[in-house]
Each structure stands twice: as C-alpha cells, then as structure tokens.
C-alpha cells in the first residue's frame, strides 16, 4: 500500500487565535445587534404592532408644547 500516510488528501489548517478571537467578537457583535433590533421593531416585524403606530414617548405632546412656547 505504497502512498498511505504520505500526505495525499485534503489537510486543511486551522484557524490561528487572533481569527478565532475576530469572528467571535463579530458573531456576538452581530447577534447582540439582531437581539437589539428585534427589541425595537420585533413586534412590527412579526406583524403585532403598525408601523406607523407611536412609540410610547409622547414625543406629540412635547411638540405641541414647544410649539406653544415659541408664539
């Protein structure tokens, strides 16, 4: 059996710390942002919420007020 063990076939190499270290930090990065974003619009995206529905911040109220103060 003349060529078993010489080296033939695919040997990949692995991956040295500093990549592993930079696709863990952008895979958290990542999921931490979806998480982030799911939190802010998941009810709009799964169709619980209307987009063009407030936030909840009363940020009309405040408008009126403003608005009111500079006439």
């Known amino acids: 059996m ?10 990949p190499h692995l991956p040295g710390f500093k990549y592993k270290l930079l696709s863990t930090t952008l895979g958290a990065t990542m999921w931490f942002f979806i998480f ?3 939190r802010k619009d ?8 209307h987009p063009w529905e ?6 009309d109220d405040h408008a009126h007020e403003s608005h009111a103060e500079h006439h």
């Not at 003349?2 to 040997?11: L, M, N, P, Q, R």
């Open 2 to 11: 003349a060529g078993h063990g010489s080296g033939t076939g695919f040997h």
């Open 54 to 59: 407030g936030h909840g911040h009363g940020h």
């Open 36 to 38: 982030y974003r799911a």
């Open 42 to 49: 998941g009810m709009k995206l799964l169709g619980l919420k």
